[in-house]
């Protein structure tokens, strides 16, 4: 298989684990506002769209600014923490850039905490850029960060990967092929209920769907 031009990574739940670091700052943003928070919202189901669409059916819009209020603040102190990239991920993006491919992040996780979450796992040397949405929610869609990822890099030909359905409809909007990061957040069925055709269940999977050539360690894992 040809290597492609670009291929765009999600964030959280495809390149990194971040489940413990979200839930459990929303956790302390909850309690430090006074609510109770309802078991929905501390599930990793919620994890992939973003919070301020994925909280307010279940808190309300007026509980969502002020829990979100407080919880960009815990995360920018203390989120980047527990968050970890998934075993051999980090090599199938490295081996990506070293072969000539574009690599770039495509997340709904505001700017600010995508590039704190890529620096501190230090792949920030390998993204051509990383794009989330802006504190406006300008990029209120996956369609609509991976539009900016394509302006960004110059609008080659390029994949997206990525561990729930939005991630799907993004790269469908865009006409970009989609390969599922089985290993995600995403649940039971979700990314073939959406429409992926190929869904990888680990790195050495991904690996092999993108044409890269992993190390042995690599595949091993």
């Given at each position: 298989?040809?290597?492609?031009?670009?291929?765009?990574?999600?964030?959280?739940?495809?390149?990194?684990d971040?489940a413990?670091?979200?839930?459990?700052?929303?956790?302390?943003?909850?309690?430090?506002?006074?609510v109770?928070?309802?078991?929905?919202?501390l599930d990793?189901?919620?994890l992939?769209?973003?919070?301020?669409?994925?909280?307010?059916?279940?808190?309300?819009?007026?509980?969502?600014?002020?829990v979100?209020?407080?919880?960009?603040?815990?995360?920018?102190?203390?989120?980047?923490?527990?968050?970890?990239v998934?075993p051999?991920?980090?090599?199938?993006?490295?081996?990506?850039?070293a072969?000539g491919?574009?690599?770039?992040?495509?997340?709904s996780?505001?700017?600010?905490?995508?590039d704190?979450?890529?620096?501190?796992v230090?792949?920030?040397?390998?993204f051509?850029?990383v794009?989330?949405?802006?504190?406006?929610?300008?990029?209120?869609t996956?369609?609509?960060?991976?539009?900016e990822?394509?302006?960004?890099?110059?609008?080659p030909?390029?994949m997206?990967?990525?561990?729930r359905?939005?991630?799907?409809v993004?790269?469908?909007?865009?006409?970009?092929p989609?390969?599922g990061?089985?290993?995600?957040?995403?649940l039971?069925?979700?990314?073939?209920?959406?429409?992926?055709?190929?869904?990888?269940?680990?790195?050495?999977?991904?690996?092999?769907?993108?044409g890269?050539?992993m190390g042995?360690?690599?595949?091993?894992?």
């Open positions: 298989m040809h290597l492609p031009d670009a291929v765009l990574f999600d964030l959280d739940g495809t390149v990194v971040s413990d670091s979200i839930l459990g700052c929303l956790a302390e943003a909850f309690a430090e506002i006074g109770v928070a309802p078991a929905a919202a990793r189901g919620i992939g769209p973003p919070l301020s669409t994925a909280l307010p059916p279940l808190v309300g819009d007026d509980v969502t600014a002020a979100l209020s407080v919880y960009r603040t815990l995360y920018a102190d203390h989120g980047a923490e527990a968050v970890r998934f051999g991920v980090d090599e199938v993006v490295r081996r990506l850039h072969a491919v574009v690599v770039a992040v495509a997340t996780k505001s700017q600010v905490n995508a704190l979450i890529v620096a501190h230090g792949l920030d040397d390998v051509a850029t794009c989330g949405d802006t504190p406006e929610h300008a990029r209120p996956k369609a609509h960060v991976i539009a990822v394509l302006r960004r890099i110059g609008n030909s390029a997206m990967v990525g561990d359905h939005l991630d799907v993004g790269a469908r909007v865009h006409g970009i989609f390969v990061a089985g290993w995600g957040y995403g039971p069925g979700e990314l073939l209920a959406a429409g992926a055709e190929v869904i990888c269940a680990d790195a050495a999977a991904l690996a092999v769907a993108l890269v050539e042995t360690a690599a595949q091993a894992r």
